[in-house]
């Protein structure tokens, strides 16, 4: 079963806007992973954040926990075409990570 | 990531054949795991290895088996193929012992189709 949860399940946003997506979980995690698979290839990671820890930063990537209400969200800012892809979350736990369905992000140029 | 190779990259079978699919690692990583995605259902793992000696069973796991040959080596086995086993598989990898350890690594993928 999916532990992650993300929302929206599609996003379509205009060249230079920000996107935002969210991601909930239900039991308790070791950190929170965000990949992104361009179509129909391998994941690739773009951030891992540590259940102390409460935002991160990468580039242009801003990722945000809150263990409290056990969400998590991904900030892309100033996007571009190229960020056009599925982005995943996912939970770490007892050295596994678990996947949520996903969130298909366009960015018209 | 060139680092992570799986063979083949794309499969069509028949109903009721074994097949094997195989992946390989030069990242030196003692964790390897074999997924599974179908549209609308994300990642679901199948198998995992945390070394030569270690096979945990995942969240789906019936109707595959796996053989970790080796550190780089990890294959999936289908015993019997059916049509719902049509979907896309990746290989990851990870190394626990390396700062951000529980990152993971994937593979290009194998499509699968099975008739």
């Known amino acids: 079963s999916q532990q992650g949860e993300e929302d929206p399940q599609a996003l379509s946003i205009q060249e230079g806007e920000n996107a935002t997506m969210n991601c909930s979980y239900k039991?308790?995690?070791?950190?929170l992973q965000w990949y992104r698979q361009n179509s129909g290839r391998g994941l690739v990671h773009l951030i891992l954040?540590?259940?102390?820890?409460r935002e991160k930063h990468s580039g242009r990537l801003r990722v945000t926990l809150d263990t409290s209400k056990k969400s998590s969200s991904l900030l892309i800012t100033a996007s571009r075409a190229a960020d056009t892809a599925s982005y995943f979350c996912?939970?770490?736990?007892?050295?596994?990570?678990?996947f949520g369905k996903g969130i298909t992000l366009s960015v018209r140029p | 990531d060139a680092d992570v190779t799986q063979t083949p990259r794309n499969r069509i079978t028949k109903t009721g054949k074994r097949i094997m699919l195989e992946c390989s690692q030069t990242k030196g990583h003692d964790r390897m795991y074999w997924y599974r995605q179908d549209p609308g259902l994300g990642l679901r793992l199948i198998y995992y290895?945390?070394?030569?000696?270690?096979?945990n069973k995942g969240e789906i796991s019936d109707g595959y088996s796996v053989s970790r040959q080796a550190q780089a080596k990890f294959s999936l086995s289908l015993e019997s193929a059916i049509p719902n086993q049509t979907a896309l598989y990746f290989c990851a990898t990870s190394d626990p012992r390396r700062a951000l350890g529980e990152t993971q690594y994937f593979g290009p993928g194998t499509r699968l189709l099975v008739l």
């Open positions: 039991t308790s995690i070791n950190n």
């Open positions: 290895s945390f070394d030569v000696k270690d096979i």
């Open positions: 954040i540590r259940s102390n820890e």
């Open positions: 996912a939970t770490a736990a007892n050295s596994k990570l678990t």
